[in-house]
């Protein structure tokens, strides 16, 4: 699939730097919902404003989340996935982060980028070999929010997956 890397073009902190890891650490994937409206089609504006604030705003070494989705399902790979960020609390050091901009509390997530979520998440499942059990939205980590959005199934994602 395709995946657009944008992480260089994203504001990173000038002294702060994300700790790495092995792959073998790399146990989960989380799913997020940005929480905001889109501010783009494709979602770069989106990550570069999300990278502003998480590093301007929040003082973290760079955007918290490996990958943000677009309305449209356009992939943008954010970060290494080799650094450990921060978007889920105790398990950012065992998990991708993957986001979907936009705000499923009320709505569900449109079909292409719903779509492109699946196919970004099965290929994450098969370069870590990641089992469908350990695809969890954000809330399960669990968080105290509804990320990835109440309106985001995550039972019907991963039966999507299997
Ligand atoms: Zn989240």
Request: some cysteine; overall charge positive; glycine content about 8%.
């Amino acid at each position: 699939m395709s995946v657009i890397d944008i992480s260089d073009k994203l504001q990173r902190h000038t002294s702060n730097k994300y700790k790495t890891r092995l792959a073998t650490a790399i146990k989960q994937i989380v799913i997020h919902h940005s929480a905001t409206r889109p501010i783009s089609v494709s979602g770069q504006a989106d990550a570069e404003a999300f990278a502003r604030y998480h590093v301007i705003e929040l003082g973290w070494p760079g955007i918290g989340y490996h990958y943000v989705i677009g309305k449209d399902g356009t992939v943008l790979k954010t970060n290494p996935n080799s650094v450990s960020s921060y978007h889920a609390g105790k398990a950012n050091a065992t998990s991708l982060g993957v986001c979907l901009v936009g705000v499923f509390d009320i709505k569900e997530p449109p079909q292409e980028q719903w779509e492109a979520a699946l196919r970004l998440t099965r290929e994450l499942m098969g370069a870590y070999g990641i089992p469908v059990e350990r695809v969890i939205g954000h809330r399960e980590v669990p968080a105290a929010k509804s990320c990835p959005g109440n309106r985001f199934d995550m039972d019907k994602f991963r039966r999507c997956l299997t």
